[in-house]
T-cell receptor, first 111, second 117 residues
Framework: QQPVQSPQAVILREGEDAVINCSSS?????VHWYRQKHGEAPVFLMI?????EQKGHEKISASFNEKKQQSSLYLTASQLSYSGTYFC????????????FGKGTTLSVSS | DGGITQSPKYLFRKEGQNVTLSCEQN?????MYWYRQDPGQGLRLIYY???????QKGDIAEGYSVSREKKESFPLTVTSAQKNPTAFYLC????????????????FGPGTRLTVT
């Protein structure tokens, strides 16, 4: 089951904050976050594991609510370099399942 | 430098022809993956392989085939049975295909953009 990301697109000025959400209808074991710049390969940001703590990466952090099967990515004091498409990927609790990506959220940061 | 290479970057084919996309990694990763990316659709899993000589279908395997004869190589063949083959194809690898640890982080290659006319 493909996770649902919201919003589909975000437009920010430098220094503003943003939140990207990822939700699933299935019980999840982990949530992964990747960022892809136009024409490039996706780059890993972080993994949130079931029962784990909130993770952080520079000014980007994320949380994972296991009960709601939801994860949120927090981008604080955005920089121009944060522009790109953010994908969440989910791994369901059922053994043997593969990572399934959402459709992505496009973030545009301007000066 | 360790990484994943995909070649070529751009590929053009006529409808009805099979085409094979190359993916090589020197990261000593056990698991490898093929994704297809279309505008607004995210990354959709085609096939994945957890170990040499073994692979599993993903969500959109119809019209594609793979092989895993060597640990470092995972070529994808787009057959003439694939109805809409024009897309951006991404190969990825991870240390293991295990949901139980952070080694599940995937490393992506630069991608191959396939155009079929």
């Amino acid at each position: 089951q493909q996770p649902v990301q919201s919003p589909q697109a975000v437009i920010l000025r430098e220094g503003e904050d943003a939140v990207i959400n990822c939700s699933s209808s299935k019980a999840l074991y982990s949530v992964h976050w990747y960022r892809q710049k136009h024409g490039e390969a996706p780059v890993f940001l972080m993994i949130l594991l079931k029962g784990g703590e909130q993770k952080g990466h520079e000014k980007i952090s994320a949380s994972f609510n296991e009960k709601k099967q939801q994860s949120s990515l927090y981008l604080t004091a955005s920089q121009l370099s944060y522009s790109g498409t953010y994908f969440c990927g989910t791994v369901e609790n059922q053994a043997g399942t593969a990572l399934i990506f959402g459709k992505g959220t496009t973030l545009s940061v301007s000066s | 430098d360790g990484g994943i290479t995909q070649s070529p970057k751009y590929l053009f084919r006529k409808e009805g022809q099979n085409v094979t996309l190359s993916c090589e990694q020197n990261l000593n990763h056990d698991a490898m993956y093929w994704y297809r990316q279309d505008p607004g659709q995210g990354l959709r899993l085609i096939y994945y392989s957890q170990i040499v000589n073994d692979f599993q279908k993903g969500d959109i395997a119809e019209g594609y085939s793979v092989s895993r004869e060597k640990k470092e190589s995972f070529p994808l063949t787009v057959t003439s049975a694939q109805k809409n083959p024009t897309a951006f194809y991404l190969c990825a690898s991870s240390i293991a295909h295990s949901r139980r640890d952070s080694s599940y982080e995937q490393y992506f290659g630069p991608g191959t953009r396939l155009t079929v006319t």
